[in-house]
């Protein structure tokens, strides 16, 4: 299992004071993320706007990923809403988000659960953990899985749709700008483990 350690007394902020922009750190606003080692050790806390920034897209936090796999062999994938900044239309991994600073991993994993498909009773399965850079941020992604066939409700704000598919289609739609590339790269690491849980 990956989880992530905290500190005792609340991390420090980022970006620090530099000499070139000494003083006082301005508050963080919106959401605000752990930065982490690649084994899970929090050393800092920022807005998610700065980890997705030029200045702060080297700062490693996490997300977390869910795999829903049916009784058939299917895997559910949702449709990216198109009010989303990056890939909008393009499907993904059932659930995906950022986790939260002072969340553990298995917390978050069901509040976007929760909130992006109404999936509120399940039973995650680790499957295991990688870094993933875009240019645009790093990521340190936290991949769990579950079997069945769960009553699902997307939330049209975060997803436009969802459906399930079998991993035969999903592998004639790889490479053709249909599914996401970190989704495209999760799959081929993890497919004979998905498998494997039937």
């Known amino acids: ?18 000499s070139e922009r000494p003083g006082r750190q301005p508050v963080p606003r919106g959401e605000i993320l752990p ?27 996490p997300v977390v ?3 829903i796999v049916d009784r058939e062999g299917r895997l559910y994938l949702q449709k990216r809403s198109m ?3 990056l890939l909008p239309g393009y499907w993904d991994t ?4 950022h986790v939260s600073y002072g969340e553990m991993a298995q917390e978050a994993l069901y509040r976007e659960a929760a909130e992006e498909l109404g999936l509120t009773a399940f039973n995650p399965v ?25 009553d699902l409700n997307p939330d049209n704000a975060e997803v436009s749709e969802g459906r399930w598919w079998t991993f035969e289609e999903i592998e004639k739609a790889l490479g053709e700008g249909i599914l996401t590339p970190n989704f495209e790269w999760e799959f081929y690491r993890i497919r004979e483990k998905l498998k494997s849980l039937l």
């Open 1 to 18: 299992m990956f989880d992530l350690v905290y500190p005792s007394e609340p991390a420090p902020l980022y970006p620090r004071p530099t």
């Open 35 to 61: 930065l982490v080692q690649p084994n899970g050790l929090v050393y800092g806390r920022a807005a998610r706007a700065w980890c997705h920034s030029p200045e702060g897209c080297h700062a490693l936090h």
């Open 65 to 67: 990923h869910l795999h």
């Open 83 to 85: 009010n989303k900044h």
């Open 94 to 97: 059932a659930v995906g988000g």
């Open 126 to 150: 680790f499957i295991g953990a990688y870094p993933f850079e875009t240019g645009r941020d790093y990521e340190q992604v936290i991949i769990f899985a579950t079997v069945g066939h769960p």
